[in-house]
């Protein structure tokens, strides 16, 4: 696991993010040579988009229109 200083992981922060998106490793952020935090990868079942960023999602049918007639709907 990859190990950075507080103060470079501020100053590099998105480019940090990138990196553990990227390298699926966790980086271990130290404060005066002590662990302080972890960032780690999002797994895809933790994000609710990740099937759709991965391409794993197919749009099936007619998604612009109601799934129902309006004839349908009640009113009072």
Same mark, same amino acid.
């Given at each position: 696991? =990859? ?6 992981? =501020? +100053?590099?922060?998105?480019? #940090? ?6 390298? *699926?490793? /966790?980086?271990?952020?130290? =404060?005066k040579? *002590?662990?302080?935090a972890?960032? !780690?990868? #999002?797994e ?5 988009l990740? +099937?759709? *960023?991965?391409?794993?999602?197919? !749009?099936?049918?007619? !998604? !612009? /229109? ?9 009113y009072?």
């Amino acid at each position: 696991m =990859k190990t950075m200083g507080a103060a470079k992981a =501020k +100053a590099h922060f998105l480019a #940090l993010l990138d990196e553990v998106e990227k390298k *699926r490793e /966790s980086v271990l952020v130290t =404060k005066k040579g *002590r662990p302080v935090a972890k960032v !780690i990868p #999002l797994e895809p079942e933790d994000d609710p988009l990740a +099937a759709y *960023r991965f391409g794993g999602v197919e !749009i099936v049918g007619d !998604i !612009i /229109s109601p799934a129902n007639d309006p004839e349908d709907w009640e009113y009072d």
